[in-house]
């Protein structure tokens, strides 16, 4: 239940920020159940202002992959910083970072390191329409490349121009990436996807190999790029680029959230083809080349390799999806258990407007289980079966606690 | 002297990142001299990897202003680190830091978090466009807002329509102005300014009170908002928005680099006109509720509301300027020296080509003094009246050399 401190730092964040808490970790369209504000973080657990202990199926929304306050991640960083972090030049740790991703993950042979995973997919734009010479970027209806003006999905402050040489399809749709393709006419520069269909609200969807392959061949048909987003979704599918299991490899790809585990770093990663266009765009950022964050990527790209955090979060999540779907069907709710087990999105059938869902959720989080109601979640490797057994009880008491 | 060191970081950095090190802190454009990569930073100080010490007059490029690894504020970073960093949703420490960022400088009614100062000049732009309306921007000629294709200074990997709906103006020339709000007709949605010409190369120009009067007058007739990009002098030229002092407050102001000593953050802030557009935009990021670098930035804003950090540094700040002119006098040179003190851009007389100041800096810096050849330069508060003598003795054996 939101607590009396929550409803006053809620009170007190309004009157000094726009609308209170502001983007994606705003709980404004949620049950008034969730807390907005956390004290603590530690491995798969947050503790609200009054230390209420959820489990925290967002994980920040992807950026704690390995756990929260990870030891080893956070010794690096904080080792890092008593040498040097943002300085007047790079750290030799930029150079040993950049070669560790190019030795981890195929078809990356360079590394643009930035902050925002905004800052890799308008990098990723830029460095598309530099090599092409070109200026239309073909992407998918409703897909989340980040917030600056281009990519905006709302039209709130965006200007008449800011998202012209544009043409939208349909993901997973061959036929409709062929008509956007055909209509940007000889201009095309690049197209966009993200690795899996993972729009708010709506169903997930896995991409289809066929779409994939299509979107590559287009590509190389006109000499355009082809840029997979990994923002949301890398590490998390694979240890290298989402779509290299259906042997796709992209030219560009954005990277974020869950590389340095939660500290802030991004990275747009390519193929030698585009690197000469990546080094003639001009972009940079005030804390770029911050060491610290690298010293703590250098370490997560370590445990990427060296443990099962994959397995291990597939696993549990799948455990996670079967036994959520045999506790819904034993209290006669249907659900929508869409996207890879580990990127979930889970609503109910028959509930357009999130009623169920909402009501469902909101009686998990007073549980202590922390699900979100309308954007996919995320498991982090700090997960055990018990956890998990924990959460199966609390979504059976929420199923029964929303029938009655 | 570039060391071996150095130089084989820089060939590794060529194989696996576009150019090598990119952006603003790329030595591409200076001396051979210059070393790329550094160790270790403290106080006022830089290492490179060979061990050899420097007395740092770029600060980072601004981010710097308390010294690196200042002692206190990466304590309260590391101690919130331990807390919780980047959550499911912000900390407490966000309230707290907005609170105060509202009670510290005049006009400034709430605060937007972000991580690049380029989110902030862009969350202005959203925010003018959803206030007014309107779609049109003012802004200077050759003035730096960021990297993003809508505010990038060259043209590569810019779109024949990211840089569409805006009109440029000479910046301090109220008459150029006045034409350019003329030109926008009834579509004026804001005009941006930097607190001074703090442009590449040329030299730098404090803001003429007319200009400065006159842009707030023009945003009042028209509706338009004022914004001020004081992310790379903020807290620099006062403790509060830079054009304060001139009795001109702005409507938006973006900030970073200084605002946690060189942790992540950047902010927009803005007055209650603009809360109501700025709630409607979708601004966010991965990273921007990151409580570790608010925590950090607690600490700085109060140790810049208690000591005299401005004081200190504007005073060494001239005491530099004063000791170099006389030198270069001494020497038969005659330096440019503009801008602010304290943000000095240093240059020589009748070298177009910068030749000059490109050799006296070669020489500086090999002499461990760390000056910018064609950018401007900052001071941070761990320098001393030592340092300033240290560096007015090797800039005189470096105008010796020069002239030999």
Redesign the interface.
């Known amino acids: 239940m939101t607590t009396a401190s929550d409803r006053s730092?809620k009170d007190?964040?309004a009157?000094?920020?726009?609308?209170g808490?502001?983007?994606?970790?705003s709980?404004g369209r949620m049950s008034p159940n969730y807390?907005?504000?956390?004290?603590?973080?530690?491995g798969a657990h947050?503790w609200d202002?009054e230390g209420r202990k959820y489990l925290?199926f967002?994980?920040?929304?992807?950026?704690?992959l390995l756990g929260?306050?990870h030891d080893e991640v956070?010794a690096a960083?904080?080792d890092q910083?008593?040498?040097?972090?943002?300085?007047?030049?790079?750290?030799?740790v930029?150079?040993e970072l950049?070669?560790t991703?190019?030795d981890m993950v195929d078809g990356v042979?360079?590394?643009?390191?930035c902050?925002?995973?905004?800052?890799a997919t308008?990098a990723a734009?830029?460095?598309?329409?530099?090599h092409t010479g070109k200026?239309t970027i073909v992407r998918a209806i409703g897909a989340y490349h980040g917030?600056?003006?281009?990519c905006?999905?709302?039209d709130?402050?965006?200007?008449?121009?800011?998202q012209?040489?544009q043409i939208f399809h349909r993901y997973n749709d061959v036929e409709d990436l062929e008509r956007a393709v055909k209509q940007a006419g000889g201009d095309l520069a690049a197209i966009f996807v993200s690795p899996i269909k993972h729009d708010i609200i709506i169903d997930q969807e896995l991409p289809d190999p066929a779409y994939a392959k299509r979107a590559r061949e287009l590509c190389d048909e006109t000499g355009a790029l082809l840029v997979v987003d990994n923002?949301r979704a890398g590490f998390r599918l694979t240890r290298g680029c989402s779509w290299t299991a259906m042997g796709v490899t992209p030219d560009l790809s954005s990277w974020?959230?869950s590389l340095a585990n939660?500290?802030?770093l991004?990275a747009l990663t390519?193929a030698n083809a585009a690197?000469?266009?990546?080094?003639?765009?001009?972009?940079?950022?005030?804390?770029?080349?911050?060491a610290a964050?690298m010293a703590a990527a250098l370490v997560t790209l370590r445990i990427l390799r060296e443990t099962d955090y994959l397995e291990h979060t597939i696993r549990l999540a799948e455990k996670l999806r079967t036994g959520l779907h045999a506790a819904a069907q034993n209290h006669g709710f249907g659900l929508r258990q869409t996207g890879p087990a580990q990127i979930p999105l889970v609503t109910f059938e028959d509930d357009p407007e999130l009623k169920m869902t909402q009501a469902w959720t909101g009686a998990l989080v007073q549980k202590g289980v922390?699900f979100h109601p309308y954007h996919n979640m995320f498991f982090c490797a700090a997960m055990t079966d018990g956890d998990i057994d924990h959460a199966l009880v609390q979504a059976d008491a929420a199923f029964a606690e929303i029938k009655a």
């Not at 902050?115 to 800052?119: A, S, V």
């Open positions: 730092l007190r964040a009157e000094v920020m726009p609308g808490v502001y983007g994606h970790l709980t807390p907005q504000f956390f004290a603590r973080a530690k947050l202002v925290d967002m994980c920040a929304f992807g950026p704690n929260y306050g956070n960083y904080v910083l008593a040498l040097g972090d943002v300085m007047t030049g790079p750290s030799p930029a150079v950049a070669e991703f190019v042979d360079w590394v643009l390191f902050k925002n995973g905004n800052d308008t734009l830029m460095t598309a329409r530099k200026a917030s600056a003006p281009w905006a999905l709302g709130a402050g965006v200007g008449p121009h800011d012209a040489d923002v974020g959230k939660g500290h802030a991004s390519g690197k000469t266009a990546a080094s003639q765009i001009f972009v940079t950022g005030s804390f770029w080349f911050a964050p922390y």
